[in-house]
């Protein structure tokens, strides 16, 4: 039987603070598929998700469809907003979420993995961070500072992290991000720059395809997936109505499960998909597909 293999391999997932988005997805599908797994938190969540896991809050979540349950081998704290130490501003390295974590960087991080396992020591980075201060504006009312904070944190970091834990990932490594269809097309309400920032994740995955293929022959892939639930993607506002809206006018006439994009990661980053890098792998039953709106029939 052909089946998806990651025993003996580790995945570092960046963007885990609870078990409901898809960056915990991944990581349970990663770990069903035999992978350890470490996650990467923001500080200022990292206390409470620290706390939920201790006091059995997410078991049921953690348990696997054999009936085990997996854990995270290692939890470290990461804030990709910053690539190296220097880069934290002193008052919130002084503050209470962040003032005993020491290093939260992006290099912060690479240091630890590999003082903690060695180098090379990962085989696997999912990148299911994203950010934008000002996603309730519209792009005529967003500010520099909004635009740039949120094309630093949901695309830049990713170019971050390839470069910096690169090195670290074993021959044949693969790295995935999330990105959404606002990045081609207009979705109103989805502001802030984080339309720019999803276009721009896509176009610098290419590039590092090529260029950490040739450096590393890693393989850097991302999922665009269709609007879901989560409690990131509640900050919008409106992600109900764009679930039923998707949910209506799919190919396939359902919402899209989490476990469906955590399976498509564990696929891109197994053997399997060995062959596929550069690429835009859609999860959202075929809406991208789609040119009018069945509830607009033309007909």
Known sequence: MLGIDLHG???FVAGVADDGGFG???AKALAQAGASVCVGTWPPALGIFRTLLERGKFDESL????GSRFGFEKIYALDAEFDEAGDVPEELRQSKRYRDLGDVSIQGVAARLEADFGSPCVDIVVHSLANGPEVKHPLLETSRKGYLAAVGVSSYSYASMVRRLGPLVRPGGSFVALTYMASERVVPGYGGG???AKAALESDTRTLAYEAGRRWGHRVNVISAGPFGSRAA??????GQMIEYCKANSALPEAITAAEVGHTAAFLCSPLGSGITGATVYVDKGYHAMGVAVDRPTL
Do not use: E, H, V
């Not at 509640?234 to 992600?239: H, L, T």
């Open 9 to 11: 391999k580790r995945a």
């Open 24 to 26: 915990f997805a991944i």
């Open 63 to 66: 348990t696997l469809p054999d």
């Open 194 to 196: 984080m339309s720019a």
């Open 234 to 239: 509640s900050a919008i506002g409106f992600i």
